[in-house]
């Protein structure tokens, strides 16, 4: 159900006036599961403006129910979350209360989030409160939205850390983690006194605040629940902004907002980190290329080589494109400048620099080496240089080793596709050399007419010397280019083999064709009589004996051709039973070149050149 008014603006709608969405489903409730929800407020020219609820369920039900003033009361269990407060013109204003309760026939049984926060105008102010089951966050606000004193959280069953953050006027002195048995004190801007930004307080807050940080102190606050619980307020206000953004104007995602120090980049350093987000874009995609490769992964459990070419790059990506990630990262955030360049330096490298000349580990089966791998770059890292110079040098470094190992990559992989396919061809020429000599074989201690048998003996042994010439070949390259041929030329050999057997039958059914029966008055009966003799006498007198002669003059670039002269010559033959030929019996009269016969048939001559 939905009740609202609207006007047309400029031919467009744009709510005005009292909203109100609701949506539930009994009978989607009874039978599984039911999603609800309501929306009730009201609009000025298209913004939210007033006195505003937001309600969402997910609820089933197990068909339990109660009569209440002679009306039935399904009871519904699941989780409800709703919002509610006033919006002044698409803001947040004044006191907003966010839940999430879990319900259990149809009563409220554990509250999994709340969030209580005051807003002036969309800016967050005074104290404020968020809960989860887990955790209660106690802070305040400056009239500005600064983020001000003591943030203080605390475990609900006691036993978990607690957690504080202190902030001076937006700006974090220091967090001090507690538990039953210490406390730890983690040193944040206490010190800075310099030029400062203000920024919300989301991931991006806590990436940058972590620069400052030890891995240690990073790795304690990366396990705190604080910012977590800030992601989880968030998340919340999100929702209601896609909704009221979808309606119409809004701008209700609250600000909580911080101080960070601020050390702003020159245009030669802009366009420095430009150069280095390049460098790594394209050094990730061909590092990631050369890893993923399966062929590649399977040949470096053998191949001492391969193992060194992939472990380059492995080395390379850890100790050179890592590290170049998080710039790009902080790039993409916007923190970058938000960090001392020595800060930065020491977050990134905190064992110093990478060296250019790197101790590849090598190991196969259960023999491990190394071997050195330098890097053909001309990026140079030097300590004098600033940190910017370097981190450009040191990228760019990373691409020239990883596009070096790539061109031998390629090599690697192509003599192993090489190699490969040489293999499989191998296998290919046994298998058609041995078709060849069993079906030859099998023609031979038949009866075949002798006129046969002599191709049948001349293929045979035209597929025994190609195999000896494959056989002599010792040039890898050459040799991979000669099974190619020999593969070819011996399935062409078989083909013709089998074609050489159908001659007698061609040949008989050819005779059949072209005989008929006719009635002669003198004898008074049926005769059988040749049509078309010249037809069938260029083919039985010249065709047939020069393509069997060819036969003893074999060449493998031309071994299909023949095949295929046959193969169309019976063919056409046959047609020619039902056409008009008195034209083409007349020229076939005193003929005796096949080439120029099969010219006359249409039959194109390739084997002789």
């Not at 978990?160 to 507690?178: K, P, Y």
């Not at 800030?230 to 999100?238: P, S, V």
């Not at 990631?288 to 590649?296: C, D, G, R, V, Y």
């Amino acid at each position: 159900m939905a009740k609202y008014t609207y006007k047309i603006v400029d031919n467009d709608t744009v709510l005005e006036g009292d909203f109100l969405v609701v949506r539930s489903n009994l009978q989607e409730l009874l039978q599984k599961q039911d999603y609800s929800f309501q929306f009730k407020g009201s609009f000025v020219e298209g913004t939210a403006n007033g006195p505003w609820k937001f309600q969402f369920g997910e609820f089933n039900s197990e068909s339990q129910s109660e009569i209440i003033d002679y009306q039935y009361r399904v009871l519904v269990s699941g989780i409800q979350k709703s919002a509610s407060g006033k919006i002044n013109m698409g803001k947040p204003n004044g006191k907003w209360t966010i839940l999430e309760e879990q319900i259990e026939n149809s009563e409220i049984v554990n509250t999994l989030f709340k969030s209580v926060i005051s807003f002036d105008n969309g800016v967050p102010q005074q104290n404020f409160s968020i809960n989860n089951e887990d955790y209660t966050l106690i802070g305040r606000f400056l009239r500005d939205g600064l983020a001000h004193d003591e943030w203080s959280l605390f475990p609900v069953n006691g036993i978990d850390q607690s957690e504080s953050w202190f902030f001076r006027d937006g700006l974090l002195m220091s967090i001090r983690v507690d538990d039953d048995n210490d406390h730890k004190t983690i040193q944040a801007y206490n010190d800075y006194n310099g030029k400062t930004q203000t920024i919300n307080l989301n991931e991006s807050y806590i990436k940058a605040l972590e620069i400052q940080l030890s891995q240690e102190n990073i790795e304690i606050l990366q396990d705190k629940s604080l910012p977590r619980l800030l992601t989880q307020n968030a998340n919340r206000y999100q929702e209601i902004d896609a909704i009221l953004s979808s309606l119409g104007k809004s701008e209700f995602l609250p600000e909580f907002k911080v101080k960070v120090p601020y050390y702003p980049l020159n245009t030669i350093e802009r366009n420095s980190v430009d150069s280095i987000v390049s460098f790594y874009q394209k050094a990730k995609i061909l590092s990631e290329t050369i890893l993923h490769n399966s062929q590649l992964n399977l040949l470096k459990l053998s191949d001492s080589t391969t193992a060194y070419q992939y472990n380059s790059v492995l080395a390379l990506k850890n100790q050179f494109l890592k590290p170049i990630k998080n710039v790009v990262d902080f790039d993409s955030l916007g923190i970058e400048e938000f960090a001392a360049r020595e800060q930065l330096q020491k977050h990134l490298f905190p064992n110093g620099f990478p060296s250019k000349n790197l101790t590849i580990e090598i190991a196969i089966d259960s023999t491990t080496g190394y071997k050195a791998y330098e890097i053909p770059t001309s990026a140079f890292i030097d300590e004098s240089k600033s940190t910017i110079e370097n981190l450009v040098a040191i990228s760019k470094a990373g691409l020239d080793g990883i596009m070096a190992i790539a061109d031998e990559v390629k090599e690697t992989l192509a003599q192993e596709k090489r190699q490969n396919e040489l293999v499989y061809l191998e296998e290919q020429i046994i298998m058609e050399n041995d078709s060849l000599i069993k079906f030859s074989d099998s023609l031979l201690v038949t009866d075949m007419p002798v006129l046969y048998r002599k191709p049948v003996q001349h293929i045979k042994s035209f597929a025994n010397r190609t195999l000896n010439d494959y056989s002599k070949v010792k040039s890898a390259q050459n040799r991979l280019i000669q099974a190619r041929k020999t593969v070819t030329c011996l399935a062409g050999l078989n083909q013709l083999v089998r074609t050489v057997e159908k001659m007698p039958k061609y040949k008989g059914t050819l005779k059949d064709t072209y005989t008929d029966r006719i009635w002669n008055p003198f004898m008074a009966t049926l005769m059988d009589e040749d049509i078309k003799r010249r037809i069938t006498t260029a083919y039985n007198k010249i065709l047939e004996p020069y393509f069997l002669n060819e036969t003893s003059a074999l060449d493998c670039d031309k071994v299909s051709t023949l095949n295929d002269q046959i193969n169309s010559t019976y063919l056409q033959i046959l047609e020619l039973r039902d056409q008009e030929t008195k034209k083409l019996e007349r020229k076939l009269k005193k003929e005796k070149d096949p080439s120029t016969i099969l010219q006359m048939l249409n039959v194109q001559n390739t084997v002789k050149q």
